[in-house]
């Protein structure tokens, strides 16, 4: 299998603070790869240095090969690494499926369009209703995003991050402040969307995590002390130590 | 946003008809009541208003629509007008203007003049837009207004044009077809002018450029994150909004026949500020409904007191203090 | 050569010193409470006209100083806690017009109270002498005292910021409100105080560069761009950074008046502005918060 993501001898410095320290992890094409740890371990961090919202002080992100480490987030987004928000990220004044609309947009080319109306261009709404579709979100298309619920606000995250057509997902805590009902469906759409998609996921939801992933590695500290299958994880000392001792104290909180 | 009209209740738009349609067929009638009143200054005050609500209508668009405040707008109105006084100074005075190895002459024929006067304060607008956009929040504002003031005293060094002063200029601008000197002409031609602006920033405002605008306004990150960089957006939009800005130029100093440089100082820019924030930010008719208040505003508390300012100053505070949407909010329902 | 050179920096000097009093108490109030305040240059002119006033009816220049700073105190508290502390949670553009319709109130009081001329305004008595530099460069004295006044100033204001608690107090109120009310103090005259304090920095920087520039209305205006340059150049928010920009700003202003051609000459501080912003976006030191 290839190996779409390598990120090598990784570093990231906030003043005297390793927030990533030397982090070496491989992600194969079409898996599912879960990163887990405890609070603190680096894991919102990780996703903006793979994502391009923060640079890395050191170290390499190979994307199939090509180093990105030094591109902006709109490069990386052209290439097909696309993210979700830990804390919802929205245009608020537009209608859920504006939102969606341009991520498609934004991955037909330039906008550089002045006249003709795109609100209503088929080209655009078209594939952004069938992302909010797959979310479950198709009846709430026309509601401005600021006045969604919490939970449709998440879902409409996932959707516009489908919508951006990506080959790499990033998805950081995308059940977090989900009800129990909107947690299940995230769940089901993720294992839908597993192998069409490669995809690192951040989550606290373990349930979920065990259930899904293919791989998982876990961070603390910024180091990854484990990577492999979740019955590999389950069984590892250093894990069950650091973390999953930790865990079970911490299983209640969000 | 007439989706959106229509969408509202029955009731809201009722309100938004019984304001809007006097205001059409005042706009559309100006000129024949006037006359009939024997009032042709207030002719002159009405273009007034359309000229200003063309220039905050430009502001409007990277302030109000594209979340950038640039405090020195201004300029590129002041620069359309220059331009336009310029050549027709050389051309009246029969005096070539010479730009370093260029040799022209000047001219009063609109068809040449105006165009250089817009492009020039595109051109402005571009570089000005180009460096100020690297930086944004406070720094924006402040470079935006330095930028402003550069142009300022730079016009005020032109002697050979007035320089503190002012320059005026002989007539207006000459047009095939249109004779700018009739009052009415004029009025109709700033109408129109006018109004083409809005159905061009209508039509912009739902293109894809106009939701990338906006959705950098509204959520920068989020753009970055679906691949846009938001700078060319940001820049391009800065652009139009400058040449716009420069044809508003190119009427006010037909409207006045002068030009100093008062009319790209920092209050200049500071009242299109003004205007829009009275009529509504971001809102298509807000500049124009803000340009009628400001401009009638003071002329009516100049009548009543040569101190108008005195009043005039505190008021502009109170609105801005309490009425939070400007007028266009009286109208139009908010949202929650 | 050596004496005109040697003249105009002092003379660079002693506007940077200016420009460093008013531009402190601005880059404070932009850098902590985050508010845009261009009526500033109107405190700068109040004070000299409140100075000027006081110093022909009393015959003491100190008296009339020391009524500047008190006054322009007074009305700057007034403003913040009933204009300025209702638009820190609203938007830039909002601040912008209040501070707009500020200018446009006070320049019209000031010409109701004092009519539209300038005001004369003497440099006061004790130092109307001069003295010589080098051979043939005659400088007057009273300039000098500026500069040494306002490096005085500087270095109060500077300790008082960095090695005192209110200073570490205004410096945690910029980055953190919350904490700083949790810890029991008083944000609200905390932010009085800041305000007051800018507003007597600029009275004194008004009363004294009255006698050198012009007492008239509408003085604040120009040298308030003058003000926003140099701490755009410093980096919004840093004391160090606006003590080192007032300098370089008057000194490239003064110098390029004499040194360079007029239409250049005016423009010579916005270019400088504008490498400096190419090269560092956020200022020569930009500040933490």
């Given at each position: 299998m290839v190996a779409a993501l390598e990120i090598v001898h990784l570093h990231k410095m906030f003043g005297a603070l390793k927030a990533t320290d030397d982090l070496n992890?491989?992600?194969?094409?079409?898996?599912?790869?879960?990163?887990?740890?405890?609070?603190?371990?680096?894991?919102?961090?990780?996703?903006?240095?793979?994502?391009?919202?923060?640079a890395a002080t050191s170290g390499e992100i190979r994307f199939f090969g090509e180093n990105i480490a030094r591109l902006s987030m709109p490069q990386r987004v052209r290439r097909g690494i696309v993210r979700s928000f830990q804390i919802t990220s929205l245009c608020r004044e537009f209608s859920a499926l504006t939102n969606v609309a341009l991520a498609v947009q934004a991955r037909a080319g330039h906008s550089f369009r002045f006249l003709r109306n795109a609100q209503n261009d088929s080209r655009f709404t078209g594939p952004a209703m069938n992302a909010l579709d797959q979310v479950g979100l198709a009846h709430r298309a026309d509601v401005e995003a600021g006045h969604l619920a919490h939970g449709e606000q998440r879902q409409l995250e996932l959707a516009i991050a489908l919508a951006a057509e990506p080959k790499l997902l990033l998805l950081d805590e995308p059940m977090a402040g989900m009800g129990a009902d909107e947690s299940h469906r995230v769940v089901d759409l993720?294992?839908?969307?597993?192998?069409?998609?490669?995809?690192?996921?951040?989550?606290?939801?373990?349930?979920?995590?065990?259930?899904?992933?293919?791989?998982?590695?876990?961070?603390?500290?910024?180091?990854?002390?484990?990577?492999?299958?979740?019955?590999e994880i389950r069984r590892d000392p250093a894990v069950r130590n650091a973390y999953l001792g930790e865990d079970a104290a911490d299983a209640g909180s969000p | 946003m007439l989706k959106k009209l229509l969408s509202l209740p029955i009731k809201h738009r009722l309100l938004i008809l019984a304001g809007v349609a006097p205001l059409a067929l005042l706009l559309a009638f100006a000129p024949f009541v006037f006359e009939v009143l024997e009032q042709p200054f207030y002719l002159r005050v009405a273009s007034r208003i359309l000229v200003f609500a063309l220039a905050a209508s430009s502001l409007n668009l990277v302030l109000g629509f594209g979340g950038m405040v640039s405090?020195?707008?201004?300029?590129?109105?002041?620069?359309?007008?220059?331009?336009?006084?310029?050549?027709?100074?050389?051309?009246?005075?029969?005096?070539?203007?010479?730009?370093?190895?260029?040799?022209?002459?000047?001219?009063?024929?609109?068809?040449v003049a105006w165009p250089v006067a817009i492009l020039a304060a595109m051109?402005?607008?571009?570089?000005?837009?180009?460096?100020?956009?690297?930086?944004?929040?406070?720094?924006?504002?402040?470079?935006?207004?330095?930028?402003?003031?550069?142009?300022?005293?730079?016009?005020?060094?032109?002697?050979?044009?007035?320089?503190?002063?002012?320059?005026?200029?002989?007539?207006?601008?000459?047009?095939?077809?249109?004779?700018?000197?009739?009052?009415?002409?004029?009025?109709?031609?700033?109408?129109?002018?006018?109004?083409?602006?809005?159905?061009?920033?209508?039509?912009?405002?739902?293109?894809?450029?106009?939701?990338?605008?906006?959705?950098?306004?509204?959520?920068?990150?989020?753009?970055?994150?679906?691949?846009?960089?938001?700078?060319?957006?940001?820049?391009?939009?800065?652009?139009?909004?400058?040449?716009?800005?420069?044809?508003?130029?190119?009427?006010?100093?037909?409207?006045?026949?002068?030009?100093?440089?008062?009319?790209?100082?920092?209050?200049?820019?500071?009242?299109?500020?003004?205007?829009?924030?009275?009529?509504?930010?971001?809102?298509?008719?807000?500049?124009?409904?803000?340009?009628?208040?400001?401009?009638?505003?003071?002329?009516?508390?100049?009548?009543?007191?040569?101190?108008?300012?005195?009043?005039?100053?505190?008021?502009?505070?109170?609105?801005?203090?309490?009425?939070?949407?400007?007028?266009?909010?009286?109208?139009?329902?908010?949202?929650? | 050569m050596l004496p005109i050179l040697l003249e105009q920096t002092l003379n660079g000097l002693q506007l940077g010193v200016t420009l460093f009093l008013l531009a402190s108490g601005l880059t404070?109030?932009?850098?902590?409470?985050?508010?845009?305040?261009?009526?500033?240059?109107?405190?700068?002119?109040?004070?000299?006209?409140?100075?000027?006033?006081?110093?022909?009816?009393?015959?003491?220049?100190?008296?009339?100083?020391?009524?500047?700073?008190?006054?322009?105190?007074?009305?700057?508290?007034?403003?913040?806690?009933?204009?300025?502390?209702?638009?820190?949670?609203?938007?830039?553009?909002?601040?912008?017009?209040?501070?707009?319709?500020?200018i446009m109130f006070l320049d019209e009081l000031v010409r109701v109270v004092w009519g539209p001329l300038p005001l004369p305004a003497a440099i006061p008595d004790m130092f109307e002498w001069s003295i010589e530099l080098l051979p043939g460069l005659l400088y007057p004295s009273y300039r000098l005292v500026i500069i040494a006044a306002g490096l005085v100033v500087s270095i109060l204001l500077y300790f008082l910021v960095t090695h005192t608690?209110?200073?570490?107090?205004?410096?945690?109120?910029?980055?953190?409100?919350?904490?700083?009310?949790?810890?029991?103090?008083?944000?609200?005259?905390?932010?009085?105080?800041?305000?007051?304090?800018?507003?007597?920095?600029?009275?004194?920087?008004?009363?004294?560069a009255g006698p050198i520039y012009s007492v008239q209305i509408g003085m604040g205006e120009a040298i308030l761009v003058q003000s926003l340059i140099t701490i755009v150049i410093g980096g919004i928010g840093s004391i160090r950074g606006t003590a080192i920009a007032a300098v370089l700003v008057g000194i490239t202003d003064t110098l390029g008046r004499v040194f360079l051609p007029p239409g250049i000459s005016q423009i010579a501080i916005y270019v400088f502005m504008t490498i400096v912003l190419v090269w560092r976006p956020r200022g020569l030191v930009p500040a933490h918060a």
């Open positions: 992890l491989d992600v194969v094409e079409g898996e599912l790869h879960a990163v887990i740890g405890p609070n603190g371990a680096g894991k919102t961090t990780l996703i903006s240095q793979l994502s391009g919202q923060a993720l294992r839908e969307l597993k192998r069409r998609y490669t995809i690192v996921l951040v989550e606290h939801d373990m349930d979920a995590v065990f259930a899904l992933a293919d791989r998982i590695s876990v961070l603390v500290y910024g180091h990854c002390i484990a990577t492999g299958t979740p019955e | 405090l020195g707008h201004a300029a590129f109105v002041g620069i359309g007008s220059y331009v336009v006084a310029i050549l027709a100074w050389h051309a009246s005075n029969e005096v070539p203007l010479s730009l370093g190895p260029f040799v022209i002459a000047g001219t009063t024929d609109g068809l051109l402005s607008a571009c570089i000005i837009g180009a460096i100020s956009l690297r930086t944004s929040g406070l720094y924006f504002i402040m470079i935006t207004l330095a930028f402003a003031q550069m142009i300022y005293y730079y016009a005020v060094s032109l002697q050979q044009y007035g320089g503190d002063d002012g320059m005026r200029m002989r007539g207006r601008s000459i047009l095939p077809g249109l004779d700018l000197s009739n009052r009415t002409t004029f009025y109709y031609f700033a109408l129109a002018s006018l109004a083409l602006c809005l159905i061009f920033l209508f039509c912009l405002a739902r293109s894809r450029f106009g939701l990338v605008i906006s959705g950098i306004r509204q959520n920068e990150t989020r753009m970055r994150a679906l691949g846009i960089e938001p700078y060319p957006y940001q820049l391009t939009c800065f652009t139009i909004s400058g040449a716009i800005a420069g044809f508003a130029g190119v009427l006010m100093v037909n409207l006045d026949s002068f030009v100093s440089p008062a009319d790209l100082s920092m209050a200049r820019s500071s009242e299109l500020i003004a205007m829009i924030l009275i009529g509504g930010v971001g809102s298509l008719w807000g500049p124009l409904l803000g340009a009628g208040f400001y401009i009638l505003g003071q002329l009516g508390l100049g009548t009543l007191t040569t101190y108008w300012p005195l009043f005039f100053g505190p008021a502009l505070i109170v609105i801005v203090l309490f009425a939070r949407r400007g007028l266009v909010g009286l109208f139009v329902p908010g949202r929650s | 404070l109030v932009l850098g902590i409470m985050r508010l845009v305040n261009l009526a500033h240059g109107s405190l700068y002119m109040v004070g000299a006209y409140v100075a000027f006033t006081v110093q022909p009816a009393t015959g003491s220049f100190l008296l009339a100083l020391f009524a500047a700073v008190i006054a322009t105190a007074i009305l700057g508290a007034v403003l913040e806690r009933f204009l300025f502390e209702k638009l820190y949670s609203r938007g830039y553009l909002e601040q912008v017009i209040v501070s707009f319709g500020l608690k209110l200073g570490m107090m205004v410096r945690a109120g910029a980055s953190d409100r919350r904490m700083i009310s949790a810890l029991g103090i008083n944000i609200r005259d905390l932010y009085t105080a800041v305000f007051a304090g800018g507003a007597a920095l600029a009275a004194l920087a008004g009363t004294m």
